[in-house]
């Protein structure tokens, strides 16, 4: 690499993080908000690095290291759920779903309204509607025909209060299965494109698969940015991390 297409990688680098850290300002939620400050904070240790700043490496891995904990303790909180069984003539439900309706094409676009032979549920944060989640049973299977959460509690806590906290999901207090994806994908500028997905699986090989294998729990985050230079020359840079953790 020329000294000239060095120093332009680590000035897209730079910007990367800059984008980042005036993202993060931006947000609302305040994981997102942790989300966005953690990957500037990788790529700015990568930029100190790459330009040898001491000060700039060391700040930006402390705020890392405090942004993980942080969004540790607030992945652990369930928050104040509760699921309730609810009948699709109810007024509240109607509101909801005409309030969230084009929200709601965009996941589920066969999806018009509730019917009467579905079990049907809505979920409760802080005595405010913030999901809805609607299924009928099929011999042995279950068709899900909806299941949404308002775009201000998509974090991975409505998921862990179904999955932990509540006993919706549970066959004698027994997890069998669970998976819960949080995605980014969205184009930063003309030549920036991110790509982030988050995901949190809980396998249980003793009930599944019959084997002695105990209870999985799978962490996998994959962050992926491409950045156009020219029509034939583009930087990709790929982050991707696995921690698996296995209880007998």
């Excluded at 309730?84 to 309204?113: A, L, Q, T, W």
């Excluded at 944060?125 to 009928?136: E, Q, T």
């Excluded at 982030?196 to 090989?205: A, Q």
Aim: some cysteine; charged content about 25%.
């Amino acid at each position: 690499m020329s000294p000239e297409q060095f120093s332009l990688l680590v000035e897209i680098i730079g910007y990367i993080a800059s984008a980042f850290v005036l993202l993060s300002v931006m947000m609302r939620s305040i994981v997102k908000l942790r989300w966005y400050l953690l990957i500037g904070n990788i790529f700015y240790v990568i930029y100190g690095v790459m330009i040898n700043a001491m000060p700039v490496m060391l700040l930006n891995a402390i705020n890392g290291i405090l942004n993980i904990y942080f969004l540790y303790q607030a992945h652990k909180q369930y928050g104040d759920f509760e699921i309730i069984h609810i009948s699709p003539d109810e007024n509240i439900v109607k509101y909801f779903i005409n309030h969230f309706k084009n929200d709601i094409k965009k996941f589920f676009p066969d999806f018009e309204n509730l019917r009467s032979d579905e079990d049907n549920y809505i979920l409760m944060k802080d005595n405010a509607i913030v999901g809805l989640f609607s299924f009928k049973h099929v011999e042995s299977d279950v068709d899900i025909s909806i299941d949404y959460v308002t775009p201000t509690d998509r974090d991975l806590k409505p998921a862990k209060f179904l999955f932990y906290k509540s006993e919706f999901f549970k066959i004698d207090k027994t997890v069998f299965f669970e998976s819960a994806d949080f995605i980014i994908d969205k184009r930063m500028s003309k030549n920036l494109k991110l790509n982030f997905l988050y995901n949190y699986t809980v396998y249980n090989g003793d009930v599944i698969e019959g084997h002695n294998d105990g209870t999985f729990y799978i962490h996998c985050g994959v962050l992926d940015l491409n950045y156009k230079i020219n029509k034939k020359n583009s930087i990709k840079v790929q982050l991707a991390h696995e921690y698996k953790k296995t209880r007998l």
